[in-house]
Structure formats: C-alpha cells, structure tokens
C-alpha cells in the first residue's frame, strides 16, 4: 500500500494546474446512461474513483473511448472520455461496487428514467455519517416509481415511465438533485424541484443535460423547471474546474507561506472560502481563470467559520481549514452542520501536535506555535489532505499511511506540491 512522505518547513512558489471537478464528473459520466448517443466529456480528471465509475458503467453496457482511442481496460488514461450507452444489458449495479464509491448509487435515477426499472445496492454508511438515501427515494416516489427495498437493494419500478411532480426537499442534497434532476429530464410533463441544491457542480450537470436536449428552466437558482423529454441525445461537454482542489492549495499556500498561482480555476465560485482565507490575513488576487495566494511573513489570524450548502463556505474544506487554523495566533471555532461525525481529522492533526476540543459539531482550534511530524493515517477524502496540509508546515518527518483515500480525489497531488518546492514523495511497498 502506497504512503506519502512529508519533510515539513518549505515554503510553497510556483504554478499549480488545476483539474476538472471530481464531483462534476462523476454525475457527469453517470448522466451517458440516459442516452443511446455518445456523451464526449473533456476535463476529466485521473482519479480512482473515476476509473472505478467507468467499471461500473461498463457493467450496465456503457461502452468507452478514451481520447479518441479504445481502451481494453477502464484504467483512466486520458482527460476526454467517450461514453456510450447504446443499449443498457444491466440495470442492476451490485454491492461489491456501490459499496466502493456512494456516488456510484445515482446510477438510479438514469436506470429507472429509461429501463423503467432497476435494482442497486444500498450504498451503507461510510467514514462521514450514517449518509441516508431516504431524499433520493422521496423524490422518485413523487415521479411514479414503486420503491422497494430488500436484502440491501432498492428496486424501483415504473410501468409505462416516469411522471412529472412537484418534488419539494426538505433539506439541501446535492446527490438527490442529481437523481432527481436526471430523472425528471426523460419523465412524462413538467417536474418542479424546489429546495434543490445549487451547488457548482449541480449547475454543470444540468448545463450538460440542457445540451443532451433536455429542457431545464432555473439552473442556479434553488427551483428548477424541467420539461421531460423523450429521448435526449449525444453532446460534448467540459467539466468545470475542482473548486475543492482550488481551495485545499490555496490551504497549503497560506499554511506554508510563500506565493503560488492557481491556474484553470473559478474564483466565482468559492466566495465564501476566500472571504474565510483574507480573514485569516492571506492575500487573495483572483482573474477570471486563476487565484494567486500569497502570505509572506505575517501570523494567521483565528476565524470562525461554519459550513453549509452552496454558496455557503463548502463542507469538503473544512477538514482543510482546520489544519490552517492550527497555526492561527489564538482560538478558531469550526462548526460542520452537514455531516455528523465530519471530524475524523481531529485525532490525526492532534498527532501532529494541534490543539482542538469538540463539542458536538463543533470544533475549537487552538492555534500553537509549532507542529511536529508524526505516522498518521488517512481516514477519508478530505481529512487525508488536512493531514498533508499541516504536514507541509510541520517540523520534520510525517509518513501519511493509507493514501488510496488521496488518489480517489486529488489527481497527482505529490507531484503538483512537489512542483512548488514541498519537499513530499510517495513510496510504493
Ligand atoms: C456530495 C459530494 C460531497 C459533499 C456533499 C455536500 C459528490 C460525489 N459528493 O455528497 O463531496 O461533501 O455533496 O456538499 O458530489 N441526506 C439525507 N438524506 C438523503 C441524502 C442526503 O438526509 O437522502 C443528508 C446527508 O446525510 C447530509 C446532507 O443531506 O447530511 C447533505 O448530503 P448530500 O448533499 O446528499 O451529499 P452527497 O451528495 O452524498
């Protein structure tokens, strides 16, 4: 098992590109199942996660291209995909692969919108929360299908197709509004989603169905008016850049101190977050496509910060922001109001020598001084890059263990830091 080895202290300079969003085009690949014709993405990023996706669509008969040329096997290769499912031969996903990734359960909304029927595993808790599916089943109640669940399995079931409703969510899902978005698209009458979340990567999802000929009024906004469709077609789309990646080097820049460009990017789209950085006393200068961050010299002021749905400040960066605040001159309070549990972090960075004390979901942060390397382990996603954000900055040797949780969502995250002088390697047993 691949780990990552961190010698803490060097500043970070330079340019780092920016790749396409992994929560974009996850839903993105999941949208080809809706049509016979050819789904071309560009912008996809390497990632594990996205070549465990296109196992998973290969199953239900999606065939793939990868930058024009065929590839005998699903390893990701290339950042343009060709995805074609012509004919769906399975519209069952098994357990064995929901189980490996949760986004791959929204492979329902598209299954049920043309099979008419489909059964797929219940994705189960994970490291975040017990993560409910019941919006997702709420929702496609509203269209028509006749849900079941049994031995782990949702089977839904709609004779003679999908009907449009009125779907009102009593709470933000970005997972649910995909399926619900996915399925309204190809189901009979108008579809109002109220409640809808409004993140980025909704918004390119819905840009994308809207160019596969599906009609979607309210893009952006929390109400959406879809029109169903009979059948949508084939398009090209490019996924929008990975404001979670974006926001995580900033992190490692203001950690670390130093000045690094990020390039590819939406400042736009991370408001909130850069509003938290400049708080915090980093220097913030973004274009239309990059964001430079600089801090040189001055402490880390404490902040408060609270996460919530978009255009809120994102809960994939809180792990992230308090590494930062480890380092800040005085007290940060971080309070995490989507998942339960979000804190798994907190044990590892104390590790390292942080301060922070829970109560409830919320998080106070003391700021010390000096962080010590140590042996810590990734625990998911977002908390394995706190951990190498505050490795970065820490006094001597870190050796991060279990770093497949990296590889499903930072594409070639040693060799971009690597590249503005951290001092970091990965070392394959
Ligand atoms: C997506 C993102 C994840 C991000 C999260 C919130 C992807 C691949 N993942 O996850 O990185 O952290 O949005 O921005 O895009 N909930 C229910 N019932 C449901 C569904 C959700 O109660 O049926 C709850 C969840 O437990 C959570 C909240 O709603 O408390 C938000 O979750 P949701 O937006 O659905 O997250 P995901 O779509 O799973």
């Known amino acids: 098992m691949d780990r990552i080895r961190i010698r803490g202290g060097n500043k970070l300079n330079g340019t780092i590109q920016i790749s396409g969003a992994k929560n974009a085009a996850l839903p993105l690949m999941i949208a080809s199942l809706l049509t016979s014709e050819t789904l071309t993405l560009k912008n996809v990023p390497r990632l594990a996660d996205v070549t465990l996706l296109l196992r998973i669509l290969r199953n239900h008969g999606a065939d793939m291209k990868m930058d024009g040329k065929r590839t005998r096997t699903a390893a990701m290769n290339g950042e343009t995909v060709h995805l074609t499912a012509a004919e769906i031969v399975d519209t069952e996903a098994p357990y064995e692969l929901v189980s490996r990734m949760r986004a791959s359960f929204w492979v329902l909304g598209p299954l049920l919108a043309r099979c008419h029927e489909t059964r797929v595993s219940l994705p189960g808790g994970c490291a975040i929360g017990t993560r409910p599916v019941d919006l997702y089943l709420m929702a496609l109640d509203r269209l028509g299908a006749e849900i079941e669940l049994e031995g ?35 189901a009979r009458g108008e579809t109002v989603i109220e409640n809808a979340a409004r993140e980025p990567e909704v918004c390119d999802v819905a840009d994308c169905l809207v160019k596969m000929g599906a009609q979607i009024e309210g893009i952006g906004s929390s109400t959406l008016h879809i029109q169903g469709v009979e059948r949508l077609h084939g398009a090209t789309h490019s996924v929008l850049p990975d404001r979670i990646e974006t926001g995580t080097y900033a992190i490692a820049a203001g950690m670390t101190g130093g000045d690094v460009t990020l390039c590819g990017t939406r400042a736009d789209q991370l408001d909130s977050f850069l509003d938290a950085m400049r708080e915090a006393g980093i220097s913030v200068e973004a274009t239309d496509d990059s964001l430079r961050i600089r801090r040189n010299g001055n402490g880390l002021r404490p902040i408060s910060v609270e996460t919530q749905p978009y255009p809120g400040f994102p809960t994939d960066l809180q792990a992230q922001i308090m590494a930062l605040m480890t380092k800040a001159d005085g007290v940060s309070t971080i309070r995490e109001t989507i998942f339960e549990n979000r804190f798994m972090h907190v044990q590892e960075l104390a590790r390292l020598g942080a301060e922070i004390s829970l109560h409830g979901d919320t998080a106070h942060v003391k700021g010390v001084p000096r962080l010590v390397g140590a042996q810590v382990m990734a625990t998911d996603l977002r908390a394995s890059v706190s951990l190498v954000i505050a490795a970065l900055a820490a006094e001597g040797e870190t050796m991060l263990n279990r770093v497949y949780h990296l590889d499903r969502g930072f594409e070639a995250l040693e060799v971009k830091l690597g590249r503005c002088g951290a001092d970091i390697e990965r070392i394959s047993d």
């Open 152 to 186: 782990g399995y949702v089977i839904a079931r709609a004779k003679g197709g999908l009907v449009g409703d009125r779907i009102v969510f009593p709470k933000v899902s970005v997972g649910a509004t995909h399926t619900a978005m996915m399925a309204a698209a190809l």
